[in-house]
């Protein structure tokens, strides 16, 4: 489990509270990753989700997973798999979230998949996911936040996102070494209008060498840094922490 990156919430009162915080679920499916026993699948549910549809590669937990589907007949479908491999837009329709005690070793992938789906808005309502403390403050960060960088403006144009709740790692087994957070990611419907492609570029050059201004580090894109700062209309000696997301968003529609 341990090589896998999943420590399972087996706390009644958690999973539900998440389940909870996911729905309401009636008329919705829900995709989960990672379910492991199926702690939280079992509380999607009881909170009456219409149906999980839960993906996951470890087959020692197939056997309770298929416990929880004969106790629920028709409502829960187990995907064994990888599900940094798996399709998710195309395994439901209609009213669709995600919910999920995110592997920590594939959450932060796991969730840009996510903003960068095409075409948007996206295939899911919202998002109710698990992160380690540390990576939902760069999730929900905005600019002078240190925790600030790529991921805060990728999620910041692209959705609403907060922290729900923090849960201690004596509720998980195995417990991990750090706190973890509830994160809600609720998508725009119309994010400012930006090329995808070129905001990445943007912000990767820009945090690339953050303690930089950004008329140094925005030479790794490969064109004159200062008539792309002039049009985007920031000075030439800021920093890429104390830029916000209207800002990045500007730059990458300068790039030339």
């Known amino acids: 489990m341990k090589a896998l990156g999943q420590n399972f919430l087996l706390d009644l009162n958690l999973t539900g509270r998440i389940a909870r915080a996911a729905g309401p679920l009636a008329g919705v499916t829900v995709i989960e990753v990672g379910p492991g026993p199926g702690g939280l699948t079992r509380a999607l549910l009881a909170e009456g989700a219409e149906k999980v549809i839960a993906i996951e590669r470890d087959r020692r937990c197939l056997d309770a997973l298929a416990e929880i589907a004969a106790h629920y007949p028709g409502r829960l479908e187990v995907i064994e798999g990888d599900a940094m491999q798996v399709d998710m837009a195309k395994l439901a329709t209609g009213r669709v979230r995600i919910a999920a005690n995110l592997p920590y070793?594939?959450?932060?992938?796991?969730?840009?998949?996510?903003?960068?789906?095409?075409?948007?808005?996206?295939?899911?309502?919202?998002?109710?996911?698990?992160?380690?403390r540390e990576v939902a403050e760069r999730i929900v960060a905005t600019p002078d936040d240190?925790?600030?960088?790529?991921?805060?403006?990728?999620c910041g144009w692209r959705a609403e996102a907060r922290i729900l709740f923090d849960i201690s790692p004596k509720a998980f087994t195995p417990p991990p070494k750090v706190v973890s957070s509830v994160v809600e990611v609720v998508p725009r419907q119309a994010p400012l209008d930006c090329s995808r492609v070129r905001l990445e570029r943007v912000t990767a050059a820009a945090f690339g060498q953050r303690r930089k201004m950004l008329r140094q580090s925005l030479k790794s894109l490969g064109t004159d840094p200062l008539p792309l700062l002039a049009a985007?209309?920031?000075?030439?000696?800021?920093?890429?922490?104390?830029?916000?997301?209207?800002?990045?968003?500007?730059?990458?529609?300068?790039l030339p």
């Open 105 to 132: 070793n594939i959450g932060t992938p796991l969730l840009l998949g996510w903003l960068q789906s095409e075409p948007w808005p996206p295939f899911y309502e919202k998002m109710t996911l698990m992160f380690q």
């Open 146 to 154: 240190d925790a600030y960088g790529r991921l805060g403006v990728i």
């Open 232 to 254: 985007a209309g920031i000075v030439e000696t800021a920093r890429a922490e104390e830029i916000d997301v209207a800002g990045f968003v500007r730059l990458a529609n300068a």
